[in-house]
């Protein structure tokens, strides 16, 4: 072996046997690293690691005196509410002050802000949105070569917890709970990237030969329906693509992975509305996405902690966040509705669990979350009275140096979509503008831009 050259190229040994070549494939070892894994990084073909997108709501809001910080620029202050994520303040950019032109239509309580935030376009109801979701857009920029097309999460142990969209008719459901999540990634059909072994599973050959048999029959239905059927038949025939594109990963070794580790199958998995068990329910998902993103399974990925109208709870206690948003009176000593005030901090500290747990993935010379870029929002600003205007946003993340990170930026009343035009430009998505009506920037946010 000391004659042996041990660099990224050499995953495998070669020799004779019998006048035959053999190969043997090794498993990754520390001689194909340097320092910082960037020699493993250029075995992606000699490319850059790859780039991530995600989304992370929390719902109702926060009391904007509490949260906007008073400070622009880099090294921003930490209000009340802000504070607990101080350990990940220099990674966490906050995004105050932009606001949502209804353009005449009435503010619909928990929709209004949130469709026009992920969508560009202020929508009456989720069924009647004119465009799909940022994350769905970006999914096409970056998502190529992972085994899911995204990962969408909900921390609150229902399916139906959701707020990403193909179409009106196509929501992307999500993941309830820690130990679906561990079963859907590492799974049977899960592949060790670094694994020195690749074979492939004879019935995705079949699987695929089946699908392709029928592809000259798709063509020509697809040519024959009306304009109505043609649009069913393609959302139908998009996920028919998803299954080929599966298939067709699993007949191919995977490229390696330095950061991956595989997981252990969660002990528990508690879901509920109290908001320690919440919390418990969400660091666990936390932690097994980042483990599902440093092992190249998605690049696209939403959690949602808490729904948009929120259901937390705080152990014995009757009054839910959502309904002391409403009904709380402001504490005349205090000036704010302490009750709200708790339920925010403590989804803030959740956010901060997330952030955390993408950082602490060593990945080429830096860490996931450099390779990544999350933005997180609610639905409203002030949830007493569901505004819209100020809804508070956060960018985490550097998307592989393309965004500054650890700064305020004040939006001074412009519209929300010029944070979605700088997430979508900073991701590849070929869009020189985005939104509708009074919605439609041109303009990304340039103080985050690198």
Known sequence: MK????????FALRGMLGGAAVTVGLPLLDAFLNDNGTAIAAGYGGGPLPLRFGTWFWGCGTIPSRWDPKTVGPGYELPPQLAPIAPVHSQVSVLSGFSV???GKGNLPHISGNTALRTGAVADSWQQITAPTLDVVVAGAVGAGAYFRSLDLAADGDPRTSYSFSSASAMNASIPSALELYRKVFGPDFQDPNAAEFKPDPRYMVRRSVLSGVSAERRKLMQQAGAADRARLDQYFDSVRA?????????QKPPPAEACAIPSAPSRSETGTDVDVRKGQHKLMAQLLSTALACNQTRVFNMVFSVAA???????????????????????TLGYQPTADYFTTRSME???????????????DGTLLDHCLVLAHSDV?????HDVNGIPMMLAGRAGGRIRSGIHVRGSGDPVTRVGLTVLQAMGAAVESWGSQSLRSARPVAELLV
């Not at 004659?3 to 050499?10: F, K, P, S, V």
């Not at 299954?243 to 007949?251: D, F, H």
């Not at 600003?381 to 009275?385: E, L, V």
């Open 243 to 251: 299954v080929e594109q599966k298939l067709a990963l699993q007949l």
């Open 350 to 364: 959740a956010w901060a669990d997330f952030v955390a747990a993408l950082a602490a993935v060593r990945e080429g």
């Open 310 to 332: 929120s259901d937390l709870r705080r152990a014995g206690h009757t009054t839910g966040h959502h309904q002391s948003t409403h009904e709380e009176l402001i504490d005349p």
């Open 381 to 385: 600003s002030y949830a007493k009275n």
């Open 3 to 10: 004659h042996l050259q041990m660099t990224r190229r050499n």
């Open 101 to 103: 032109p209804l353009d």
